[in-house]
């Protein structure tokens, strides 16, 4: 007879599989939990989370269509299956083993090419999930080459009761998804605001960046909206950041203006923070800065072929284009960038670990109070709403900060 790991195997190699289920389950909750406290904060002050460098930050891989589906997160059928995989360890038999064998396989396939699509497509490497892949395949290669020869096709009850308290958890959790999404409407978005007004007021940078890509005024000081928005052309929250303020400038038309201050995190162009995240980032900065005319049309493309503008000859035939092939190497361009880069070193400092108030993207003067990172559409939309009505005193904190990964909501 064959042998079979999780029942007449060695107490060792029973162990193994429950060490690979208890780790896709550990690093399964660890997921689940980023995307929910990132998707919905209940306060603004809140740091970042997961944000090594370019290629290792969870940035990316949250803001994937891929992370959930009708407020399931991909982590969940993970977590279903690591819990599978420990009981199958505790409780051996030849029947669990026969479900449990195609199942952590064809998890396995799914791993690999979620793994390709990390790396190859959003190019970057949320270490969270690589801690599931690497259990998932330690697994399934226990399995293989100690369990059931081949294989084998599995009990079909056993199947169908696992797949019903699945799909049944599933179901909490879209409910859970939803009750998230009213909150966030409704007293999350009144403390935001409560918060953001307890902020005291920051001063205007000294230079404000000419390049508006949201416009409705002349004057940056007579819209009852204004946002100075320190960013980076490949940093993912500001790619979020543009998606929001896409929405909020349809929203509060007329009643907006945004100056986007070029801050690119490269030592190359930028020595206000020693962080040199996103190589590229300083061309791509002079590219949209060399003719103000074609700004907005720079920037807009520059953001919806997000991925694309990591490679360097995607930069090259975006400067063609629209013929910035000087930007590079144009002095007055340069100068323009690093004077607006400068005026990061206006602001006191947000943290221990650098010199300067300004030190990650985006970071926001919103009506002279800062926030830095991100916020859900819903608490950005309220803040916005109470200045136009009309605002409160300030407080005594100087800046708010929260980072959030929030995926456009799929149409019904």
Request: net charge positive.
């Amino acid at each position: 007879m064959a042998d079979v790991s999780t029942a007449s195997g060695s107490f060792g190699r029973r162990s193994l599989i429950f060490l690979a289920g208890a780790g896709m389950t550990a690093a399964s909750i660890l997921t689940i939990q980023h995307f929910f406290q990132a998707n919905f904060p209940e306060s603004i002050f809140k740091g970042s989370f997961c944000d090594i460098n370019a290629f290792f930050n969870c940035n990316s891989s949250a803001y994937a269509k891929i992370s959930h589906f009708r407020g399931v997160p991909l982590g969940y059928w993970g977590f279903a299956l690591g819990v599978l995989t420990c009981l199958g360890a505790i409780f051996p038999s030849r029947t669990f083993e026969r479900m449990l064998k195609p199942l952590l396989s064809l998890n396995a396939l799914g791993v690999a090419a979620l793994f390709v699509y990390s790396v190859f497509f959003l190019k970057s490497l949320c270490l969270l999930c690589t801690g599931y892949y690497l259990f998932s395949l330690f697994g399934a290669f226990v399995l293989w080459k100690s369990g059931l020869k081949g294989f084998p096709f599995p009990s079909v009850k056993l199947l169908a009761v696992f797949g019903l308290i699945t799909l049944g958890g599933a179901y909490g959790f879209h409910l859970y998804y939803g009750a998230k999404q009213d909150a966030q409407l409704g007293g999350v978005a009144g403390r935001v605001v409560r918060e953001y007004y307890g902020l005291e007021k920051v001063p205007d940078p000294s230079f404000i960046s000419p390049y508006w890509p949201v416009q409705s005024t002349d004057r940056f000081d007579d819209a009852p909206i204004r946002v100075v928005e320190y960013a980076d052309f490949l940093c993912p929250d500001c790619l979020f950041m543009y998606e929001q303020l896409n929405r909020l400038k349809a929203d509060f038309a007329g009643k907006i203006n945004v100056a986007f201050q070029f801050f690119p995190l490269e030592a190359k162009c930028n020595t206000v923070v020693t962080k040199d995240l996103h190589p590229g980032a300083c061309d791509l900065s002079v590219i949209a800065a060399f003719d103000p005319s074609k700004f907005g049309e720079i920037y807009n493309e520059i953001f919806t072929h997000f991925q694309e503008a990591k490679d360097p000859q995607w930069r090259a035939d975006l400067a063609r284009k629209y013929g910035a092939e000087a930007a590079l190497s144009d002095a007055n361009t340069r100068e323009m960038v690093q004077r607006i880069v400068n005026t990061g070193t206006e602001y006191d400092k947000t943290s221990d670990q650098y010199a300067h108030g300004i030190r990650s993207t985006p970071t926001l003067i919103v009506n002279n109070r800062m926030i830095i990172g991100t916020l859900p559409y819903e608490q950005l939309k309220a803040i916005f709403e109470s200045l136009v009505s009309g605002g409160t005193k300030g407080g005594d904190k100087r800046y708010l900060e929260n980072w959030v990964d929030l995926r456009p909501k799929k149409k019904k």
